[in-house]
């Protein structure tokens, strides 16, 4: 989203991601609070409409993964059952709790990371502002962005992977999650949502500054290509959690005994999982990635070229002629 806007000095220019909120905060300190609720309702609406988009085939491969981890299905005729009974009867798909829990996961995780983002976004402006650019949040804001994020993601995956697990495994009856499935678990959903949420971050300016590639492509590679590569990790976590469900071994059984006959399942179930799951993540975590980020970035656009619009009308603020040489980087016009 580009727009051009005309100032009172018939200056034409084009307001775009090269402009930064943090000059525009220090000329108005209050624009980085009003615009603050309206950012966070925008990561809110994008995060859950996203999501929305790409549940219905995250709701089928995860129902897949797990029918064909306990035995009871093999991918194949789980996927089939699943678009059959979706294209059936799209409005009970939807109302589901299989499909609202997938949703509500994805929904929940985008939100939140979206949320997180900017608030510390905004705290490094407000810093930048007071300390003439110098800002120290920015790093540690990541972590509180890895950290939060994580647990929301857990909070909620543990949820709809429990329910999973009773309504699609080998023993729907048992209710009790060992504790050794939810620490696999836990450390799956670590390496997805550092794949996801951090490294693209922190890998995409690497590949322009090392091999020229062009911003906006680096960071859509690093968005798909690394919650991706993540999934040779995760995949065999995520599976030795539902076999540690599926499968009591009983304490009669040693501890090597249980690690051989449980890497024994593991090498004969993984491929599949991995290539579903890896199915599961490009959608959900590697394009939804790609969207989510230029949805934001492209509100976070319209809120700017509002605000300069606005002090552009007036032809008594001096801050204008200061944003059109912002845009136009001409730092002897500031």
């Known amino acids: 989203m580009t727009s051009t806007i005309q100032s009172q000095s018939n200056n034409s220019i084009k307001v775009g991601a090269s402009p930064k909120l943090s000059t525009l905060a220090k000329e108005r300190p209050d624009f980085a609070t009003n615009s603050l609720k309206e950012k966070l309702f925008g990561d809110v609406v994008i995060g859950a409409s996203v999501t929305l988009a790409i549940a219905p085939i995250l709701t089928i491969i995860d129902k897949a993964v797990v029918q064909s981890a306990s035995g009871t299905h093999t991918l194949a005729r789980s996927t089939l059952e699943s678009m059959q009974g979706m294209l059936t009867n799209p409005i009970k798909t939807v109302k589901s709790p299989a499909f609202l829990l997938v949703w509500g996961v994805y929904a929940g995780t985008y939100s939140t990371a979206n949320c997180l983002k900017t608030l510390v976004e905004h705290q490094s402006y407000k810093e930048e502002a007071r300390n003439s650019g110098k800002s120290s949040t920015a790093e540690l804001g990541k972590v509180g962005i890895f950290l939060g994020t994580t647990c929301a993601n857990s909070g909620l995956a543990m949820l ?9 495994g080998s023993n729907p009856t048992k209710s009790i999650i060992p504790r050794w499935t939810y620490a696999m678990w836990i450390a799956r959903d670590l390496s997805v949502i550092g794949s996801s949420f951090i490294l693209p971050d922190i890998v995409y300016p690497k590949l322009v500054d090392a091999y020229g590639f062009d911003e ?8 798909i290509a690394l919650p991706v590569g993540a999934q040779f990790v995760a995949s065999p976590l995520h599976y030795i959690g539902l076999d540690l469900y599926n499968r009591n071994l009983g304490s009669s059984v040693s501890w090597r005994e249980s690690m051989i006959d449980r890497s024994k399942s593991l090498y004969r179930g993984i491929l599949p999982v991995t290539i579903a799951r890896i199915a599961r993540i490009a959608p959900g975590y590697g394009f939804a990635g790609v969207f989510n980020t230029q949805l934001r970035d492209d ?14 009308d007036d032809s008594t603020n001096s801050t204008a002629s200061r944003l059109v040489a912002l845009v136009h980087n001409d730092p002897k016009r500031l």
């Open 299 to 312: 509100w976070r656009e319209y809120l700017l070229e509002r605000e300069v619009k606005m002090m552009m």
């Open 216 to 223: 906006k492509t680096a960071k859509s590679f690093c968005q």
């Open 160 to 168: 709809k992977d429990r329910t999973y697990a009773q309504l699609y």
